[in-house]
């Protein structure tokens, strides 16, 4: 019986988002179930100093394959190489974080290697020869537990797990692997990187978010006052408003959300949207300002630890699942906020 | 460029879907296409307005999947098929995936787009796991064509990553899927909705794909009702701005999520 637990290390160009290390907490306890142990794989172009934190975070043996054209996530050329180490190593459950390249991996190993896939768990457990696991269905509005025999494939939802702090350890374990990979057929021609600002939103402790309320300032700022077109005038309101709770959401170390509504109203762009057909977020503090809650919304942040709700309307739905309410206009209550925060020293540089 | 677009149909976003005898349910609320497929619909229209071609939708479902072909067809793709068959009910990804794998072969197109997610199972599994069983390219994400080279037979894509865009040359064919970012949906014309209500769309089974599928490696023992947030909002009020602010960070402190 295969018995070994392996943790496909996620990184983009050597730089590890924080999910990564999480699937190394169930890893533990998985592979003392079966016996076994945490094996860590890194496929990367240089990846010594992931495969040293993988070892720091609690990987019995780091499996390190390098090569030139790793140095480039690609689907295939990854799958291929994690196929490849299948046949080698006893490897009852592969785990992965639930990122983007996490997912499309995981779905693409369990499909070559014909076994089951449980994704985006936020429990697993072995039991009776089984993979039994617990994840969120219909964005989250069920629960559905979910089995499949080993060998399996998993992936951990994101801040569901705390990863494990890490450990002072030297390089015994990190076996290098040498794979014959192909070339994959699809090229990379470029990339181009936002301005990184800040935590992102699906990583970040505190979200700062916003709704269409926000377009609602009881006195027209001064660079939207000139602007006619009313709805023109709107917009940059509401893009002014945007601007203060990007100040708020920094000032506390967080990230800036926003509603659909918002979004869809041209206020903010898209990767700020939380909600069903947005980003799904489970932070520590969630602030809502002018957000009004419905379901779609609440699907992407109800999960978060403490929910505040700024509305103007006292009967908004958002306020029922905020643990903290204020009943009043976002444009004076975020600045004093900010304000209360600086005199505190309780802002973040 | 022949594209085959695979969709799904879910509830409705605003269904308040819920467990009732150990079962999910959502009521009365209705059965669309799968929102995340709409991107993924216009993604293969504007392929075949570009580059050429057809495009020819397909869902793996009982009968509840016409609604979300016919809704594909209305927006502007020239056909679609239907798969289906008695042990397909309890499908898992793998299985979705070689049933799709075998319909895709069948109709032997340059491109296959999916949607990013279905909104019911959110697995985001099915697409990643089809381009590995036909062993085609696949790239996720996607946000934009930048071009197709006839020659090569390779189509320039821009793909998000969350820490950058990533421009990417793909051989056809290939399985991609599309992100919200690529453009808005368009709308069913009146005479697209005519013209999908009239259209005949054929069923195929497991025998003309001719294909077994095994029992599904995946089961759902249990779904379960996720614990209720007994929340109960404590409203914060002061005489200022200033005090309502004092006050909430006083709780956020004690909350140590400050």
Avoid at chain 1, 241 to 259: C, I, V
Avoid at chain 2, 46 to 72: H, N, P, Y
Avoid at chain 2, 157 to 183: G, H, M, N, S, W
Wanted: with cysteine; net charge negative; aromatic share 6%.
């Amino acid at each position: 019986m295969s018995k070994h637990v392996a943790v496909v290390v996620d990184h983009f160009q050597g730089q590890a988002p924080g999910a990564t290390w999480e699937p190394f907490t169930p890893a533990r306890d998985l592979a003392q179930a079966l016996g076994g142990q945490v094996v860590a794989v890194v496929l990367a172009a240089d990846g010594q100093a992931l495969a040293q934190e993988a070892k720091a975070r609690g990987a019995d043996r780091v499996l390190l394959v390098e090569h030139p054209s790793l140095a480039d996530y690609r689907t295939g050329l990854y799958g291929k190489a994690l196929a490849a180490l299948a046949q080698e190593h006893d490897i009852a459950v592969w785990l992965f974080p639930a990122t983007t390249r996490g997912k499309e991996l995981a779905a693409w190993l369990a499909a070559a290697l014909g076994v089951g896939l449980l994704p985006d768990v936020f429990e697993v457990a072995l039991a009776d020869g089984k993979v039994t696991a617990r994840r969120p269905v219909y964005a989250g509005k069920v629960w559905a537990r979910v089995e499949a025999p080993l060998p399996a494939v998993v992936t951990t939802r994101v801040r569901s797990f705390e990863a494990p702090e890490p450990q002072a350890v030297d390089a015994a374990g990190i076996e290098k692997v040498d794979l014959a990979l192909e070339e994959s057929p699809v090229q990379v021609v470029g990339y181009e990187k936002p301005e990184a600002e800040g935590p992102r939103l699906t990583e970040a402790r505190i979200i700062v978010s916003g709704g269409r309320g926000v377009a609602n300032a009881p006195q027209v700022p001064e660079p939207c006052a000139g602007i006619s077109d009313p709805k023109e005038r709107e917009k940059c309101i509401a893009q002014e408003g945007f601007k203060m709770l990007g100040e708020l959401a920094k000032a506390l170390g967080g990230a800036l959300g926003a509603s659909r509504a918002a979004v869809d109203a041209g206020y903010i762009s898209y990767d700020h949207q939380v909600g069903q057909t947005g980003k799904v977020v489970s932070p520590d503090l969630y602030m809502a300002f002018g957000i009004s809650g419905a379901i779609q919304h609440q699907a992407g942040m109800r999960t978060s630890k403490i929910i505040v709700a700024i509305n103007k309307d006292p009967e908004a739905p958002i306020f029922k699942i905020a643990h903290y309410g204020i009943v009043g206009d976002l444009w004076e209550i975020a600045p004093a906020i900010l304000e209360e925060l600086r005199e505190r020293g309780l802002v973040k540089t | 460029m022949n594209i085959v677009v695979g969709v799904k149909v879910v509830p409705d976003t605003a269904a308040q879907v819920r467990v009732e005898d150990g079962k999910v349910t959502w009521g009365e609320a209705p059965l669309v296409l799968n929102p995340w497929d709409e991107f993924a619909v216009e993604a293969a229209l504007q392929a075949k307005e570009k580059f050429g071609g057809q495009v020819t939708v397909i869902s793996m479902g009982d009968e509840a999947a016409l609604e979300a072909l016919r809704r594909a067809l209305a927006m502007g793709c020239q056909q679609a098929i239907r798969i289906y068959d008695e042990p397909l009910a309890q499908a898992d990804v793998l299985a979705t995936a070689q049933v799709l794998s075998a319909a895709i072969r069948k109709l032997n197109p340059d491109l296959v787009i999916f949607g990013r997610q279905a909104i019911d199972g959110d697995t985001a599994s099915t697409p990643a796991a089809v381009a590995q069983v036909l062993g085609w390219p696949f790239v996720g994400l996607v946000t934009a064509f930048r071009g197709f080279d006839e020659g090569s037979k390779t189509l320039e894509v821009v793909r998000t990553l969350d820490e950058a865009k990533q421009t990417l040359r793909v051989p056809l064919p290939a399985v991609l899927t599309i992100a919200k970012e690529f453009a808005e949906p368009r709308y069913p014309s009146f005479i697209g909705i005519r013209k999908a209500s009239r259209a005949k769309i054929p069923v195929w089974n497991l025998a003309e794909l001719g294909l077994e599928v095994h029992p599904p490696r995946v089961t759902w023992p249990e779904v379960m009702q996720p614990p209720q947030r007994e929340v109960v909002c404590q409203f914060i009020e002061g005489e200022t701005p200033r005090e309502i602010a004092r006050k909430l960070v006083d709780k956020l402190i004690e909350e140590k999520v400050l």
